[in-house]
């Protein structure tokens, strides 16, 4: 027990030097545990899956009645992730309140839950064993349990294993919930020896190797379609490989290969102002910390000019528990980029993610037409997200809550997104909080990254029951050496309808009313110009959540049209100084110079950057099987899908074929 207390002392020591060099700022930790130790709880972790915003005073607590009538608020309660702030607070000020404080809460919930699994849910089991076991092996190391306490926690252990492998389902093998689950399992093993048996962790284990070989892609990406629970899987797994590390228990190479490989993805779900980006059920949020940990671990670098804050997680240092961090971030400064495109493809998810460079001041984009994922997936097929030399633009509005009502569903559907939708029937609708009434189908998606220009084409079924169902390809071409973006639309839909287009600006953005194009975009220091075919739009306030529990409100612009059968239409967003004007410019077919083609067979615009230079973007996009095959557009041959012409006082310069 004298060693334990030693070794234990050496690293407070440890922990306190980290604070005072910021590697592991502690005052949030000290904040949050001062609140506990009165009853009061916020739930506001960088990576807490539904936090909170407000404090609530919760003395005496009551542990099956949410006081504010979300459930999610119980869920957080019972993980008591708070506990991990009291260890640190103890760490940081060696006052033993903060562990008789942890002690209470463990026993409480024991006391006052254990009889009462009808009111647990494994994923909340899951993770409360996890935050459990770093804290239980700290209150038997400074003698804080007696033999009886000790007792009782490691039969409400076991008790909450054996619940775990009961209630464990074929549908958590492809579920975050299912890494939770197993993770928390397997770190209190490894932390705390002797109490969970060698059958139950070698179950857990062979579960967790199955539910990360469905779950993680080979480049990184997590199936669910959602940043904010790729990051959960991450770190949870992450976790395991600490535990196992600091312990000397092998860990699975295909588990670390996933790791890596996420460490990997990670960057490029990180927007140029270094906040998460916002897709399914994701919030706005910076991990700066849990890049660093995992770099820590897996001895990986970090990306070069990206910037990232010297700080780092501390329930991954805990878990890890070496005294080499400081020596680590030391060595590891960046000299040159591991990752060394700019681009991420993920044709698995239907994720195309592209920016300038690692900087703050880059430009960014991300293009999602895939698999709809689990329910913390939303009706997003062809959305868009761009950041202008740093500037969010085109964003997505958050999730705000998990409780089925309006907000709710509209924060899911397709009119919450940058996106199109076809007589109000929109391609994917959701049934309630989880489920969905109806889905759209991905068909295909096209990549071709050239010298100045990069291309995603997407295509998807709106609805794939419907034989007379309306498909829509959308041409995303990112004109590098200018700086546009250039969203050009095809779509096929038997019959009359109306089309509305929509695009969610970031709620700082002022927009100009005028009717007028183009549509001028501000945010007091950047200035953005917006071109569409369609002359007709109108400016809506819409909801906008940051984080969950927070809504607020942006600017949504919609478009709206009324078509025949087909519709070609375009959208071009720059910054102000680097275009003149866009306009539409009229074909004709080689052999009938005096006839104009319709927009479904070809179809041209024009992108005048100044008075000498202008770019022709041509699309084909039906086949041509009467006529000649070759169109002109102002005098100038177009042939194949989509091209761009460059000009020079009117004359060609040269041009890229696209497709």
Known sequence: ??????????????????????????????????????????????????????????????????????????????????????????????????????????????????????????????????????????????????????????????????????????????????????????????INNQTISNSDTEWALERLECEIALQVNPDGTHWEQSPLYFLEVWKSTLSVYAAYKQNNIAFPKQLLTSLQAMHNCAPHLIKPNHLLLQQGDTDSINIDSLYQSSGVLLDLQP???????????????????????????????????????LAFDSPITGNYYWRSNWSNVADYWHIY?????????????????????????????????????????????????????????????????????????????????????DLTSITYLEHPDDSQSPIVTR????????????????????????????????????????????????????????????QKHFLKRSLFSLRYNQLTHLNQLEFCQNIKDYAVQYTVLAEHNNLKQVKTVKVTQSGEPNKIVQPEKCSAFEIVLNQNDSLLITLQWLNTFIGRKLYLVNGHPAYGTLNIIYLHNGKETHRSHLI
Request: hydrophobic share 40%; charged share 20%; aromatic share 10%.
């Open 1 to 190: 027990m004298k060693e334990m207390r030693y070794l234990q002392n050496n690293w407070i020591t440890y922990i306190k030097q980290l604070d005072q060099i910021g590697v592991l700022p502690a005052k949030d930790a000290v904040n949050n545990a001062n609140l506990v130790l009165k009853n009061q709880f916020i739930f506001n972790h960088p990576y807490d899956m539904e936090p909170t915003t407000t404090i609530v005073n919760f003395d005496p607590i009551k542990w099956q009645q949410s006081p504010n009538g979300d459930p999610e608020w119980l869920y957080m309660l019972k993980r008591q992730e708070y506990l991990t702030d009291l260890l640190h607070a103890f760490y940081i000020t060696e006052k033993q309140d903060y562990l008789l404080k942890a002690k209470q809460l463990i026993l409480e919930w024991i006391d006052q839950n254990l009889t009462l699994p009808e009111t647990w849910r494994t994923i909340d089991t899951g993770i409360r064993l996890l935050n459990w076991a770093p804290v239980v092996k700290v209150l038997k190391e400074q003698s804080v349990l007696t033999k009886v306490e000790q007792r009782k926690i490691k039969d409400a252990v076991q008790k909450q294993v054996y619940y775990l492998k009961q209630n464990y389902i074929e549908k958590y093998d492809i579920s975050n919930w299912g890494v939770l689950i197993t993770t928390g399992i397997l770190v209190y093993d490894a």
């Open 303 to 341: 990306v070069a000019d990206m910037k990232i804050t010297s700080v780092v997680d501390f329930i991954l240092v805990e878990l890890y528990h070496h005294q080499g961090i400081k020596t680590f971030l030391k060595k590891q400064a960046p000299t040159s980029t591991p990752i060394a495109n």
């Open 369 to 453: 037409n895939g698999t709809l994922g689990s329910g913390h997936g939303h009706a997003a097929l062809g959305h868009i997200d761009l950041a202008l030399n740093g500037h969010d633009i085109l964003i997505d509005p958050g999730r705000f809550t998990y409780v089925d009502g309006t907000e709710r569903r509209y924060l899911k559907s397709v009119g919450a997104h940058n996106t199109i939708e076809i007589d109000d029937h929109p391609f994917t609708k959701p049934a309630d909080s989880w489920k969905f009434s109806e889905v759209g189908l991905p068909l295909n998606n096209t990549v071709s990254h050239q010298k100045d220009i």
């Open 475 to 534: 041409h995303f071409i990112w004109l590098r050496a200018f700086k546009i973006m250039v969203v050009l639309d095809a779509i096929k839909a038997p019959g009359k309808h109306t089309i509305k287009m929509r695009y969610n600006l970031a709620p700082n953005l002022t927009v100009s009313q005028s009717q007028e194009q183009p549509i001028k975009l501000a945010d007091g220091t950047f200035n953005v110009q917006l071109f569409s075919s369609v």
